[in-house]
């Protein structure tokens, strides 16, 4: 066994063993405990990717089965990306965690006073990484599913942490996880029975060799991704999220926006072009006939409806954004607009041609470049958004813990108190709203590119004013803070607490920072997701 396939198991069992210690912990040991196996887990990540970057799948048969009947972890370019930004975000919120115990929730004690500091957070975080590097390493349909099982329930448990005002949301949570689940194991189901395996890369290829399939795929891929647009909160499906990132506790809301939904949505991205694309798409199959015709058909219209939904978020996620008074709530709507630029790629995916493709006067790409570079873009804006959410929302939780309040004009004027929380507030914000030098812009460029190469123009207003709105609701949070504080409207609030530790200011500022240098590592990123590619 190789270092980077040890490693990729390890990334799944440790932070699973690790979860299962901490519950007979002390607080104190927790945190520890949980710092040393972050910085392990970073550590795990280094040796897949090195591998990845040879051009080699790591792949791991467990038990020498083989597939279909054996479980098999794998890591692609896709796996890779996702994992990287899971564990430098994860890194960042335990070091926040451990050096702020009181953000990571509140427990009600026996006489009826609440106490801060859960003992359920530190187990219940690492459950919810364990099942995240799951999803990401899965080479199977139920094993992916087990692994998000697992992320929807620790979430749940996360989001109650916050209290009795949580639970509430955390119960709205609890159901929108578990029907999303149901509906994605129903397609699973499906696929099995017209594929007779489990396996992601042996059922796509059945769906290639196998047209009669072609219509029980197409059911199977409408409610497997109508169940993960439940997850990633894609508007209308999307009144869970605000009441459940917004009131959980500080520690928690940054691994709901940043990372948990990120899990469904790499299984959203994996069924679309890793199962059904090499089949259906016109561009990478070469199956003939009627039926997968017929089908490609009938995707592209989902596809459409699930762009045209992701516009909406768009729009309506950042008007909303604009109308909060708190930071939360506000991070929390831009979360639910920024989710719309995820679902922008798949009519990408099953029309990517034109009559400018082959000119070489309009554009060099072919089809299936039209499609890497569609992925390369969304997957740069969807690694943007994990950094740079994950910063704004520690730092919202920062001057929670503070000042008690995270209310936007009792905020102003905090540029001069605390320069480094502003200043990665500024750095979020350049990377959420796509600016130059971000990892954002970086997808935002890549996405547009290859959209309009495959004749997509309507693309390019699209990603203009959205970035527009971004802008807007962004300054709206940022704006104030940097106002003169001697202003006679400040309403400054009682300070909660008399000094917050520097961990506490180093990690956000961390990931701020990290948003913009990743935007010049575009091309060893996207040529990572060339790795285990169905088009390479």
């Not at 329930?153 to 955390?170: C, E, R």
């Amino acid at each position: 066994m190789t270092l980077a396939e040890f490693s990729t198991g390890a990334l799944v069992l440790t932070p699973l063993l690790s979860a299962a210690v901490m519950a007979l912990c002390t607080h104190v040991l927790r945190r520890l405990l949980g710092v040393v196996v972050a910085v392990l887990i970073v550590g795990f990540t280094v040796p897949v990717v090195i591998h990845l970057g040879s051009g080699e799948v790591v792949e791991v048969d467990l038990g020498a089965y083989g597939a279909p009947l054996g479980i098999v972890l794998r890591a692609d370019g896709l796996s890779v990306l996702f994992i990287a930004m899971t564990s430098l975000v994860g890194l960042g919120i335990t070091a926040f965690a451990a050096a702020t115990p009181e953000a990571t929730g509140e427990r009600i004690q026996a006489n009826g006073q609440s106490k801060t500091e859960h003992a359920g957070f530190w187990p219940l975080w690492f459950g919810c990484w364990a099942g995240l590097n799951a999803v990401f390493v899965s080479g199977d349909l139920f094993n992916t599913y087990v692994g998000l099982e697992l992320v929807g329930l620790t979430a749940v448990g996360l989001v109650a942490l916050g209290g009795q005002k949580s639970w509430p949301a955390a119960l709205r949570y609890l159901f929108i996880a578990v029907l999303g689940s149901l509906l994605f194991l129903v397609a699973v189901g499906l696929l099995v029975s017209v594929t007779g395996t489990l396996d992601i890369n042996q059922a796509a290829q059945q769906l290639t060799d196998n047209p009669e399939a072609a219509g029980v795929a197409t059911v199977a891929m409408v409610l497997l991704s109508i169940g993960l647009a439940m997850k990633v909160a894609l508007v209308p499906m999307h009144q869970w999220l605000v009441p459940a990132h917004s009131g959980a506790p500080s520690a928690v809301s940054p691994i709901l926006s940043a990372l948990v939904i990120k899990g469904a949505l790499f299984v959203f991205l994996r069924s679309w072009l890793y199962v059904a694309a090499p089949a259906y798409s016109p561009a990478l199959t070469e199956t003939s006939g009627e039926a997968p015709l017929n089908v490609a058909e009938a995707l592209s219209i989902v596809a459409w409806v699930f762009a045209l939904l992701g516009l909406i978020a768009l729009i309506v996620g950042a008007i909303m954004a604009l109308r909060q008074t708190r930071l939360k709530p506000l991070i929390a709507y831009s979360t639910v607009a920024q989710a719309g630029y995820w679902f922008l790629l798949l009519p990408v995916v099953f029309m990517p041609t034109s009559a400018s493709l082959g000119d070489p006067g309009v554009t060099t790409f072919d089809a299936s470049e039209v499609i890497a570079g569609a992925l390369a873009g969304t997957v740069g804006l969807i690694l943007g958004h994990g950094l740079a959410k994950s910063a704004l929302f520690l730092t919202a939780g920062y001057f929670k813990e503070l000042y008690g309040t995270e209310k936007i004009a009792a905020l102003s004027g905090e540029a001069r108190s605390h320069p480094m929380m502003v200043m990665t507030m500024g750095l979020t914000a350049i990377g959420l709203a796509g600016l130059p030098f971000s990892l954002s812009f970086t997808g935002k460029w890549q996405l547009t590119s290859a959209s309009l190469a495959g004749g997509h123009y309507w693309i390019l207003p699209v990603i203009i004013v959205a970035t527009l709105l971004s802008a807007a609701y962004l300054l709206r949070a940022f704006g104030p803070l940097m106002m003169d504080n001697d202003q006679e409207n400040a309403a400054h609030p009682e300070l909660h607490r008399n000094s917050m530790p520097v961990v506490a200011q180093v990690a956000p500022f961390t990931l701020g920072v990290l948003t913009l240098l990743t935007g010049f590592m575009g091309t060893p990123i996207f040529d990572l997701l060339e790795v285990g590619a169905p088009w390479s």
